[in-house]
């Protein structure tokens, strides 16, 4: 079974999060260069390798893209929903933006569920129950990458049977950015979340499945409220134990999200 991650973090996570940092300080867009490999090592006091591994991380994640011979760029690319796929105002630990990104999910997801209770077809509930089987399964052998590729497939899925291409496509959006969440703030398990998220898959499953409207939703937002609370508690806890220390915008949103939290 996964077992919960220490507070380390490698270098080439820090360096990624500080060349984010660089891109939403610079203002830089799309399709916009970015200072060389040896530059940023320059600027940010870090190795030049630990710079390249960052660059790999970050390539993967979509958010930066290397041409051989020219440089390093932001990533471009568009959505159907008319803007770029890859925000470049999103900083992945930045605690104030996982607010609002989670936010923004409480709509969406919410609204998905609701309307998958009155729409899904019985090959796309077929499809969220193989979703459900296959995070359990993934969860029980303690493989990562299993258990996020069926998520992504149970809640992508759910959103699909939502039967509005545009709501699909907010989904997958707000996924991808919470992947870059997940790679560059938290830990690599954190087995009882992962127990509780399957738990909370089945509540919304089921009440999808019995066409129950409100139950939907309201399994929809209770998940992501959990899930959030445990991003928020996980950024913390790695930022504030890491080498560089949490950035003081993280700082100020943690306090400002304490204080408010505290009035629930």
């Known amino acids: 079974m996964p077992t919960d991650g220490g507070a380390y973090r490698p270098g080439y996570e820090l ?43 970050l390539s993967a994640l979509g958010r930066v893209r290397a041409h051989k011979g020219r440089g390093l760029y932001v990533a471009d690319g568009t959505s159907m929903l008319g ?30 569920g609701r309307l998958a209770a009155t729409r899904a077809t019985p090959l796309q509930l077929n499809d969220m129950r ?3 089987a296959g995070c359990v399964s993934a969860f029980e052998t303690g493989d990562f990458e299993a258990f996020r590729q069926a998520d992504d497939r ?24 919470q992947r870059q969440t997940a790679r560059l703030g938290l830990p690599p398990f954190l087995a009882a979340n992962y127990g509780l998220a399957n738990q909370e898959h089945a509540a919304i499953l089921a009440a999808i499945q019995a066409g129950d409207v409100d139950r939907a939703g309201q399994a929809a937002r209770h998940h992501i409220d959990r899930t959030e609370a445990d991003y928020r508690q996980e950024i913390m806890t790695r930022l504030s134990q890491s080498d560089l220390g949490p950035p003081a915008s993280v700082q100020s949103a943690a306090d400002t999200t304490s204080e408010s939290s505290s009035t629930r």
């Open 154 to 177: 149970f809640h992508e899925s759910v959103a699909a049977a939502a039967q509005n291409p545009f709501l699909s496509e907010a989904v997958i959006q707000c996924r991808h950015a």
């Open 15 to 57: 360096a990624a999060e500080r060349i984010l940092e660089l891109i939403d300080r610079l203002n830089l867009r799309p399709g916009d260069r970015l200072p060389t490999e040896i530059d940023l090592a320059h600027q940010l006091d870090l190795s030049r390798s630990v710079v390249r591994e960052a660059v790999k991380v």
């Open 83 to 112: 803007g770029a796929r890859q925000p470049t105002f999103f900083l992945p630990t930045n605690l104030e933006h996982v607010d609002r990104l989670f936010e923004f999910r409480k709509l969406i997801d919410v609204e998905a």
């Open 130 to 132: 193989e979703a459900v």
